[in-house]
């Protein structure tokens, strides 16, 4: 299985309930190390940029108002398969529908503050990586 990076936010809804550590000790338990970490104060541009994917759908606006409502943490993840795994311990994107034990199942409000943010592919975990994180920030 191949190494890879992932990346992860830990949104306002969790950041807000002091969720940090809880969900960062879920995060480490499935195996994947956080190679990189900051918590930063996402601006509008950023958060535009970064879900500019969502752009046409009716809760744009809502999710831009949303992740730049509190701090956030963003993260690096690495590990076996980390872009699915990460995805597989978040759970779905609704929590009602998500599995028991997983992170949104756990702590997630509701669809939109579902407390986490995971990479959905390789290619997109680079890019949204390297919107937040210089090379020399991470260290594996
Ligand atoms: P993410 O991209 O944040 O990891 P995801 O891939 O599970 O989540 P997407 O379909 O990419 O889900 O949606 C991005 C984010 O937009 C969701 O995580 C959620 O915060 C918000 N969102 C999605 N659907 C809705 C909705 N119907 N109403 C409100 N917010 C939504
Ligand atoms: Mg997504």
């Given at each position: 299985m191949a190494i890879e990076r992932t990346f992860s936010i830990i949104k306002p809804d969790a950041t807000d309930r002091n969720l940090t550590g809880a969900i960062n000790a879920v995060i480490e338990q499935a195996g994947l190390r956080i190679v990189a970490q900051k918590r930063?104060?996402?601006?509008?541009?950023?958060?535009?940029?970064?879900?500019?994917?969502?752009?046409?759908?009716?809760?744009?606006?809502?999710?831009?108002?949303?992740?730049?409502?509190?701090?956030?943490?963003?993260q690096v993840l690495e590990g076996e398969n980390a872009v699915a795994k990460y995805r597989e311990i978040m759970g779905a994107t609704n929590p009602d529908s998500a599995a028991p034990g997983t992170i949104r199942k756990q702590f997630a409000k509701s669809i939109g503050e579902n407390s986490v943010?995971?990479?959905?592919?390789?290619?997109?975990?680079?890019?949204?990586?390297?919107?937040?994180?210089?090379?020399n920030e991470i260290v594996g």
């Open positions: 930063i104060r996402m601006s509008r541009a950023e958060a535009e940029t970064f879900y500019a994917v969502h752009k046409a759908r009716p809760f744009f606006g809502e999710l831009v108002e949303m992740m730049t409502s509190a701090p956030v943490v963003v943010h995971g990479s959905d592919s390789v290619e997109n975990a680079a890019i949204e990586i390297a919107q937040f994180f210089s090379g």
